[in-house]
């Protein structure tokens, strides 16, 4: 489920229904009643109302063909408060058949011009889990958003918003009836930028009001994880045990070994090394896996294949593991809460001596034993017979992840170019943006944009001889430097610029950073320069800079080494993942100082004599 899109595909699912201006048209209200069934379908009657427009727009109906059914679709026009129903024209549908969705359908509504037009239809699905939210936000502009939302007494709904006070309106009532409880709830939504993924629910690095909801059985009254657990548990069983072959395959892997965590890195390395992973799918696609079995056959899946086929191969060879929901970094939110709607990604959790330890098949660069990079700070929901748990994901600390450059550098008597070389280790999985770019380009179109990288690092300046070595937990960079333009005298003294050094966050250019900024982790970076002088100076006293802020300090120090050398150090601690509100100010002071350090030049004077 955790997928890259390709800008194609996002600029055909924007353009599907552009014809017409259907993108941002304007509503005067949307109604939605949905009624629960005692034997857990629902059935929703949507209700639209159109303003007078001189343009005919086409309204777009998504929806999943293995679980919901539309119809009863009708058009009215409004006269005041009459309703006088119209002739539909033909209604389009088409099969949205994408790499990482094909289980979607859309009809396409065509809404007349100059008049005002009313629209109704009804969805109806057998699947209960799948009322999981009610966006409190539009692509279009709505002037007025209800729910109604009718439950049998045998029922009861749990409800969770998330970024609530993004709302300028908003309210939420129940009333009980003799047979049910009803629930009203009225917004003025928040209006989005269009973006195609939320027509299938997929809401990416999006911070908007969002409902998430859960209709459970009053039998499960106060164990609302319970439910949520027992009812995957329930729908995944079905889709695990192993054949004779599998069990084969995972002896052979294992012949001769003993020790579980040994065991359990074979076994990972195996599927993430010989299965593919594919791309997402929506509906209870995204979340009910296929059979273990078949996975292996076709040597490929997505979150939830690979990591119940994951999770079948550990049981076998003894590991107690399970499967657990979770919700990446760039989920609209947290797995904080049971429902469909908060989890976008499927990992297996295997216990070793009361240990759990994540694992992640759709990471090719994860390291058994440590939090999972997309996880961190994150809640995952546990799944397994004992009605479940959640658990948060640790995160990586600064010095889980240290950077380290170093600089050997001359100034060269004839033309005052800075040349040298350069030394760069990366540890832990302060590497892993360069780690997944070599995946994702390969040895050869990584090795130019890699040079790209590090002289957009290095203040532009050339750098060649580029080599790499990579072994575990390490990366590590070497390479020559050549500096331009950066020193000069004037007979008394010499002035040196060192802006060329690295800035202080190597994956963002930015010299100040904006609110909602993911920065993939935690790390700590100490960069040492030296450099020697083509002429003697006056020794001087150790120039100190230091700032700190809650999760973030800096120390800058320039030393004389001798009278033909100068060290120019400095030491980064940054304990944040993301850019927010809370963190976004210490964050850019601390940038901005380093900035006007940098700039500043270092003026040594001249040895007399």
């Given amino acids: 489920m955790n997928s890259l899109f390709k800008v194609s595909i996002l600029i055909l699912l924007i353009c599907m229904f552009s014809e017409g201006s259907s993108q941002n048209m304007h509503i005067v209200s949307k109604f939605e009643k949905i009624k629960i069934l005692k034997d857990s379908s629902f059935a929703n009657e949507i209700t639209i109302n159109f303003p007078y427009s001189e343009e005919p727009r086409l309204y777009p109906i998504f929806y999943d063909i293995e679980l919901e059914k539309v119809s009863d679709i009708e058009l009215f026009e409004k006269k005041g408060r009459r309703l006088k129903k119209i002739a539909l024209k033909k209604i389009k549908e088409e099969q949205v058949d994408l790499d990482f969705i094909t289980s979607q359908k859309v009809k396409s509504v065509f809404i007349p011009a100059e008049i005002e037009v009313q629209l109704t239809y009804t969805v109806t699905c057998n699947e209960l889990m799948y009322f999981s939210r009610l966006p409190l936000f539009s692509y279009n502009q709505i002037d007025t958003l209800n729910y109604e939302i009718d439950i049998p007494h045998e029922f009861e709904l749990k409800h969770n918003t998330i970024h609530k006070e993004l709302l300028t309106s908003h309210s939420i009532d129940s009333t009980n009836t003799e047979n049910s409880c009803l629930w009203k709830i009225k917004v003025s939504p928040m209006k989005v930028e269009p973006d195609p993924l939320q027509f299938f629910g997929i809401y990416k690095n999006m911070k908007v009001p969002l409902m998430r909801m859960l209709v459970m059985p009053k039998s499960y009254k106060n164990q609302s994880t319970k439910y949520m657990n027992d009812w995957y548990f329930e729908n995944v069983l079905p889709q695990k045990g192993l054949n004779a072959d599998v069990k084969q395959k995972l002896d052979e892997l294992t012949y001769g070994v003993s020790d579980l965590s040994e065991i359990v890195n074979i076994i990972y390395d195996y599927v993430r090394r010989n299965f593919k992973y594919v791309a997402i799918e929506i509906g209870m696609g995204a979340f009910i896996p296929s059979h273990a079995n078949t996975v292996f056959l076709n040597k490929e899946g997505d979150c939830k294949d690979l990591s119940n086929f994951l999770s079948e191969a550990l049981q076998y060879k003894g590991i107690i593991s399970d499967l657990a929901l979770a919700a990446t970094f760039d989920h609209i939110s947290d797995c904080d809460f049971p429902s469909l709607s908060s989890a976008n990604h499927v990992i297996c959790v295997a216990y070793i001596n009361d240990t759990k330890i ?252």
């Fill in 358 to 609: 994540l694992l992640d098949p759709t990471d090719p660069i994860h390291v058994e034993g440590t939090p999972v990079q997309s996880l961190q700070d994150r809640t995952i929901l546990i799944v397994n017979a004992e009605g479940g748990s959640f658990y948060k994901v640790e995160r990586f600390r600064p010095n889980d992840n240290k950077i380290n450059y170093q600089l050997d550098l001359k100034i060269n008597p004839n033309n005052d170019l800075i040349e040298g070389d350069f030394q760069i280790n990366y540890k832990g999985v302060s590497g892993n943006y360069l780690r997944r770019l070599k995946d994702y380009e390969g040895q050869k179109d990584f090795a130019t944009s890699s040079n790209t990288f590090f002289e957009g690092i290095l203040g532009n300046q050339k750098i060649s001889n580029l080599v790499m070595a990579d072994v575990p937990e390490e990366l590590e960079f070497k390479g020559d430097i050549s500096i331009n333009g950066k020193t000069f005298n004037d007979g008394s003294s010499r002035y040196l610029f060192v802006d060329f050094l690295p800035r202080l966050i190597d994956v963002e250019s930015r010299e100040t950073l904006i609110e909602g900024t993911y920065l993939n982790n935690t790390f700590h970076k100490i960069v040492n320069a030296r450099i020697k002088l083509n002429e003697s100076i006056e020794l001087f006293e150790s120039i100190e800079h230091y700032y700190e802020e809650e999760g973030v300090s800096l120390k800058v120090t320039i030393n004389a080494v001798s009278n033909m050398e100068i060290e120019y150090y400095y030491d980064f601690v940054f304990d944040h993942i993301f850019v927010e509100k809370e963190n976004i100010n210490a964050i850019n002071k601390i940038l901005n100082s380093f900035k006007t350090i940098i700039n500043e030049p270092i003026v040594l004077k001249k040895l007399k004599g």
